[in-house]
């Protein structure tokens, strides 16, 4: 049976600018410039389990995100990585959303451009790691839905599965449709390569705005985020230094009361 | 940095660079210490689409041009100048086939090249000097059945693990008594063909260099590249842009990794509690290492565009060869400066790329043979 795969993949901060990002004090917004934008990690392992049970078994894989225009060039390296199809949904109404009008976007699109065998997410994001749209895009789908998958593989309809929990592992049999969540375990990644770079250019890559999708706008975006981002701030990096002055026993009395006003029990 | 790749261009960068990080970088001091050149990576390389990304899709390539193979070079150099010597010299013979060969030797040889599955290689130099080209020893006899490859050659990048040869040498006189240099193919095996002396060489290890020792190496008629007496020619070609340019490449990813690795240095070390990037000194270190480094592309990546609109442009390339072998030695040693200490510690790479940038001078000629060729094209 050939299978038709969404894979959700989400534009991060390259973790290797990190050092690069700062948070302005007044908009309590990061600021990204000059900061590249990649693939996250874990989503790369989700596009590359679709990939080998499409190599495997016919099919099709088609990838989603919801980001800005500036990212298409993300969706394009995972064309070139092997997806035969890419949706950006961009638009300025799906700004400031959380989690759950995030995977209420995604939800859209994928029954718009459906049905799915399969839609494979990263078990979380690289940067807010929140771990919730995989779960909550088979809510809205109305599909099962697993996490912190470590293996996968397929037979005759059946996904197999193992998903590791905190005191072991259990294996999972599910019967598609499905919304899976992986861990890095579940395979390594492939390189693109030159080919596929020069063929993803030729691939379809289409721009749906929330006027493409069938969204409630009031479940999307600002609007439709019932949760929002408490403080956010750079910590203090500054250091002080004071000398202390007197006998040793006063010395030592000194250092005990400052580390006690330090909140360090002494 | 460079701002004017297009979108292709960018996106190879980054693969490269992907692959590399994946690849070359944990290894490349290894291979430095172990002085081994990494073969086994050959078919990775090859399927990744590394070799001959200048070759057209009826040999099997993606049709791309000189620029293109030259960012592979200089990001693999970023982090292994030996591995990024050893990849350019596989590409000469690719190079030189392409260019020159007939149907039958581009259909034969190209596609294994290209895979990876066998090694390249290009012996010219011998013992009396590359650069005095025309008074070449070796001879390349013409029989009945084919040519006989008699000589030595020597300094030859990959001598010991190149399986598809090209080899030049002396096949008669013309009609002005000059000597008739000439280029055959030496395939996988062929009699009389050894690898000799291995060289322990100073920089770019990792590299395999050494003499190649032809005693009545038979090759039949077919294996000619041109016609006899087009050697000059196609070394000139080969060397004169595949090669200089890549060196070139691969001196710019030595200026890189001093560039990226004296930034990261200077912010992580502390002193007075304070990381000496916020030191003059040492910010006039990092300020020309960047100068270098812009300079290094802008030149590189100007020279490439005028091969790639289909322009010969050896003296440009041995302008960029000049500048960028030179600025990768001064790189290196400034930035061992800025390290102090460490830059004297093996751990750190900065000791190795002051060695593989004093390799790649002379490496395709030195600083005087650019001049030299520079001044005799601008004052022809």
């Keep these: 049976m050939a299978l038709n795969i969404a894979v959700c993949v989400k534009p991060v901060p390259d973790s290797k600018h990190y050092d690069k990002i700062s948070i302005d004090p007044v908009t309590k917004t990061w600021n990204r410039t000059g900061i590249p934008m990649i693939i996250g990690d874990l989503d790369k392992h989700a596009l590359e389990a679709a990939l080998t049970l499409r190599d495997k078994f016919q099919g099709k894989v088609t990838v989603f995100t919801m980001a800005p225009e500036s990212t298409r060039d993300n969706l394009v390296e995972a064309l070139a990585m092997g997806a035969d199809e890419a949706f950006l949904l961009s638009d300025k109404a799906f700004a400031g959303a959380d989690t759950l009008a995030t995977s ?39 599909m099962p839905h697993i996490m912190n998958i470590t293996h996968l593989g397929y037979q005759e309809g059946v996904i197999e599965l193992s998903v590791v929990t905190e005191n072991g592992s ?37 721009i749906l705005k929330a006027e493409d999708l069938p969204v409630d706008v009031r479940q999307i975006g600002l609007t439709g985020s019932p949760t929002q981002p408490g403080d956010i701030y750079s910590p203090k990096m500054g250091r002080k230094t004071e000398e202390i002055t007197g006998s040793p026993e006063e010395i030592a009395d000194r250092i005990i009361l400052e580390l006690r006003k330090a909140g360090i029990s002494v | 940095m ?83 010597i050893a990849m350019m010299t596989h590409e000469l013979a690719i190079a030189a086939i392409l260019n020159f060969g007939s149907e039958e030797q581009k259909q034969t040889y190209l596609p294994l090249l290209l895979s990876g599955e ?37 300094f030859i990048t990959n001598s010991h693990i190149a399986q598809i040869n090209v080899i030049t040498g002396t096949s008669g006189v013309n009609e002005k008594g000059r000597k008739m240099i000439s280029t055959v193919i030496v395939p ?80 992580e070390r502390m002193v007075y509690a304070k990381p000496i990037s916020n030191l003059q000194a040492i910010q006039f270190i990092i300020a020309e290492n960047m100068v270098d480094l812009e300079a290094g592309h802008a030149m590189l990546y100007n020279a490439c565009a005028i091969y790639d609109r289909g322009q010969s442009c050896v003296a440009e390339i041995a302008a960029v060869k000049l500048f960028t072998s030179e600025a990768a030695a001064r790189a290196s040693k400034r930035t061992i400066d800025l390290m102090g200490g460490y830059g004297i510690i093996n751990e750190y790479p900065i000791g190795r790329f002051l060695r593989d ?9 030195t600083s005087h043979i650019m001049s030299i060729i520079i001044a005799g094209t601008v004052c022809r």
């Design chain 1, 104 to 142: 209420h976007t995604l939800a859209a699109a994928i029954t718009k451009t459906g049905p799915y065998d399969l839609i494979i997410t990263g078990n979380e994001s690289d940067d807010g790691s929140t771990g919730q749209v995989s779960a909550q895009l088979g809510e809205w789908l109305g």
């Design chain 1, 170 to 206: 259990v294996n999972y049999e599910v019967v598609l449709p499905a919304v899976l969540g992986v861990t890095r375990k579940v395979n390594k990644p492939r390189l693109t390569n030159v080919m596929g770079m020069l063929k993803a250019r030729s691939k379809p890559l289409t």
């Design chain 2, 2 to 84: 460079f701002q004017f790749f297009n979108e292709d261009q960018k996106m190879l960068q980054k693969v490269v660079r992907e692959f590399v990080e994946q690849e070359v970088a944990p290894h490349a001091a290894e291979w430095d210490e172990k002085d081994v050149c990494p073969v086994e990576l050959w078919p990775k390389l090859g399927q990744m689409g590394f070799f001959g990304i200048f070759v057209p899709s009826q040999y099997g390539g993606p049709g791309l041009g000189l620029t293109e193979r030259n960012i592979i070079l200089e990001e693999v150099s970023r982090h292994s100048a030996g591995l990024g």
């Design chain 2, 118 to 154: 066998k090694v390249g290689g290009l012996s010219v130099t011998e013992p009396t000097g590359g650069s005095d080209f025309g008074n070449q020893s070796t001879t390349i006899e013409k029989t009945e059945e084919g040519y006989v490859i008699n000589g030595r050659k020597c």
């Design chain 2, 188 to 267: 996988e095996g062929t009699p009389g063909w050894t690898a000799g002396r291995k060289e322990n060489k100073l920089g770019l290890r990792g590299s395999v260099t050494g003499d190649i020792i032809c005693c009545d190496v038979k090759v039949p008629h077919n294996c000619m590249i041109g016609n006899e007496g087009d050697g000059t020619k196609i070394a000139m070609h080969t060397i004169g842009h595949f090669g200089r340019s890549g060196m070139a490449a691969i001196a710019v990813g030595v200026i890189k990794g001093c560039y990226e690795e004296g930034i990261k240095f200077s912010k």
């Design chain 2, 357 to 365: 940038s004093m390799a790649i001078i002379p490496s395709g000629g």
